[in-house]
C-alpha cells in the first residue's frame, strides 16, 4: 500500500459507521467507538535481524511522516503526541481504548481532530513489543485522547 492509498483508508475511516462489538475487520480490527488500520507490517525484532529491524522501523518512521505531510496540509500542522506519558498514566488512571492500547504499542503519534465528523486521527509506528511485528498504524475514533 502506498501513501496515497493510506490517505484513502483514513478518510474512508473517518466515516464508516464503528463497530458494534470488538473484533478484526478488514482493515485491522475496530470496536465501539474506533477503527485501527494495519496501514503496514512488517518484520518484528524476535528472532529476527537487529538491524533489519531497524531499517523496517526507520522505513516505516518515513512512511508515517509522509502520511503527516498530507494529512497536515489537509488538517493543520500538529506536534508530535508523546505516547509514553499516555503509557506511564495507565499505571494510575483509566486511559479509555483505543489510547491505552496505542500506548503500549506506540511511543510517538501524530494526532489531529478531524472538523466535521466528530473524530480523531492518529498515525504511529507500532515497535514497542518484541512479540510482535513493526507496523504503521492508523487509528480513528471518537474517542477524545487522555
Given at each position: 500500500m502506498d501513501i496515497a492509498q493510506h490517505i484513502?483508508?483514513?478518510d474512508e475511516l473517518c466515516f464508516r459507521p464503528f463497530p458494534a462489538e470488538h473484533g478484526p475487520s478488514d482493515v485491522g480490527?475496530?470496536?465501539?467507538?474506533?477503527h485501527v488500520a494495519v496501514l503496514r507490517s512488517?518484520?518484528?525484532?524476535?528472532?529476527?535481524?537487529?538491524?533489519?529491524w531497524a531499517v523496517t522501523v526507520d522505513q516505516f518512521?518515513?512512511?508515517r511522516d509522509a502520511v503527516y505531510e498530507v494529512?497536515?496540509?489537509?488538517?493543520?500542522?500538529v506536534a508530535p503526541w508523546n505516547l509514553q506519558t499516555?503509557?506511564?498514566?495507565?499505571?494510575?488512571?483509566?486511559?479509555?481504548?483505543?489510547?491505552?492500547?496505542?500506548g503500549a504499542r506506540a511511543a510517538v503519534a501524530w494526532l489531529w481532530e478531524v472538523r466535521g465528523t466528530g473524530r480523531w486521527v492518529a498515525v504511529a509506528v507500532a515497535d514497542r513489543?518484541?512479540?510482535d511485528d513493526v507496523q504503521l498504524l492508523a487509528v480513528v475514533t471518537e474517542t477524545a485522547p487522555p
Open positions: 484513502a483508508l483514513i480490527f475496530g470496536g465501539p467507538g474506533h512488517g518484520p518484528g525484532p524476535r528472532g529476527g535481524d537487529p538491524a533489519e518512521e518515513k512512511d494529512l497536515a496540509s489537509r488538517w493543520g500542522d499516555v503509557l506511564l498514566r495507565t499505571e494510575h488512571e483509566e486511559i479509555p481504548e483505543p489510547w491505552a492500547w496505542l513489543d518484541a512479540g
